[in-house]
């Protein structure tokens, strides 16, 4: 399994090339986190990763089709999301992301330049395995980014749109 820095390493050279940048743009739910809450990410092509909140972490929700669920940090969450509205009385407010990322898919041609198999596992910014599959994306928040993440092709085309 590739660690974090691995990766970078490996799809940094690639992204003049092969990156897009990407603006988020599907509204989404979130709550503050329950300390040690233990969040299973599912996407439409299954079980993505796991992750446990931490102090001031946000829960998001979003609205696709898998409604998947998955962990942002406090400072990293203000910095992508604004909030629309009043929270509902289960704790959820929607927000709209504000974010843009650099992404990269996993064609044929870039998973032989990565030197990975269709299917492959990495170590997620926190220390979870991750999983990703020929056709899913590699995300980059920006430029100068000190982590990679996967997004599910579905998932992906629901929620972003080039810019």
């Given at each position: ?30 709550r ?23 102090t ?29 509205g ?78």
């Amino acid at each position: 399994m590739l660690s974090q820095h691995e990766l970078l390493e490996k799809v940094k050279p690639l992204l003049p090339e092969h990156s897009k940048r990407y603006k988020k743009t599907l509204i989404v739910q979130a709550r503050p986190a329950i300390e040690g809450e233990r969040i299973e990410t599912h996407t439409q092509s299954g079980l993505e990763t796991i992750n446990q909140a931490k102090t001031g972490d946000m829960l998001v929700k979003n609205s696709t089709n898998a409604g998947e669920e998955y962990l942002v940090p406090a400072h990293k969450f203000a910095a992508r999301y604004v909030a629309l509205g009043e929270t509902d009385p289960a704790g959820w407010t929607s927000y709209q992301p504000t974010g843009q990322i650099i992404a990269i898919e996993l064609t044929d041609s870039v998973l032989q330049a990565l030197e990975l198999n269709n299917t492959f596992q990495f170590v997620a910014a926190w220390k979870e395995p991750m999983q990703a599959r020929k056709g899913d994306f590699l995300a980059l928040p920006n430029e100068g980014a000190e982590e990679v993440y996967r997004i599910a092709r579905e998932e992906f085309f629901e929620t972003y749109t080039a810019i």
